[in-house]
């Protein structure tokens, strides 16, 4: 089944595409990375349907639809990828995103990074995500609650249905007062990097602060700041 990536409702809904027409490389960004692929548009008709003048040379920019609009960028592929937190690569695929195949998938995690956490002095946190292999039907887009379906309706999601990219809030908690504040954080973001393969990371970030002033206090605090990161990948295994 192929999906195309909703510019807007004008895009899906287009006429069939002019033949020899110039195509219009676009960029799904959200934070976590970027889904790239050839628009079954034209230029022409994407100038159309999209508010405002489009550039003279948008034949040679990237067109980037990002949570806070459209934006036509000179960057590549991969350099926008990793301009919106993703790994660097971008494959540029001829419809919209990709779809995740049907079948058994499997979660692993990679080493967590504590060089940010002097309280944890190398030791690794546990980081809730499962290893187990699942059967999963996507029914024909990306959600991340498919994959990580021990924590459906824990996580906050943000993204597009049908988009590559989600980010999800497990944890953000913040505490303050004239004395000084407290915050921790779990957010996890994934992409689908091919219909075989998901990428992500999970972030854990805790703040202290006081407002005291006082050198040695500050010191102390300050060797409790933490920030973790653990990288995870889930793969269809058959």
Not at 87 to 96: E, H, I, R, T
Not at 118 to 143: C, D, K
Not at 157 to 173: E, F, K, L, M, P
Request: aromatic share 6%; charged share 15%; hydrophobic share 40%.
């Amino acid at each position: 089944m192929r999906r195309f990536f909703p510019l807007s409702a004008a895009l899906v809904l287009a006429s069939a595409p002019v033949a020899q027409a110039e195509r219009v490389q676009v960029a799904d960004c959200a934070p976590g990375g970027c889904m790239c692929y050839i628009s079954t548009m034209t230029l022409q008709e994407i100038a159309a349907t999209l508010p405002g003048q489009i550039p003279d040379n948008a034949g040679e920019l990237t067109l980037v639809d990002e949570p806070g609009g459209f934006s036509w960028r000179s960057e590549t592929p991969a350099q926008l990828d990793r301009m919106f937190g993703g790994p660097g690569s971008c494959p540029v695929y001829l419809a919209g995103p990709m779809v995740p195949e049907d079948g058994r998938w499997q979660i692993t995690t990679g080493a967590t990074d504590t060089s940010a956490c002097p309280m944890l002095a190398g030791n690794t946190p546990p980081t809730n995500l499962s290893g187990e292999t699942r059967q999963i039907n996507w029914n024909g887009s990306f959600h991340p609650d498919k994959l990580m379906s021990e924590a459906a309706g824990m996580v906050r999601w943000s993204g597009v249905t049908g988009s590559g990219n989600w980010r999800g809030v497990v944890a953000d908690h913040s505490l303050a007062d004239s004395s000084g504040a407290t915050g921790a954080s779990v957010i996890w973001t994934l992409s689908l990097v091919s219909p075989t393969e998901v990428r992500g990371k999970s972030v854990f970030d805790y703040n202290i602060s006081s407002t005291a002033g006082d050198a040695a206090a500050n010191a102390v605090l300050a060797g409790l700041q933490c920030r973790t990161v653990t990288p995870f990948a889930a793969r269809k295994v058959n």
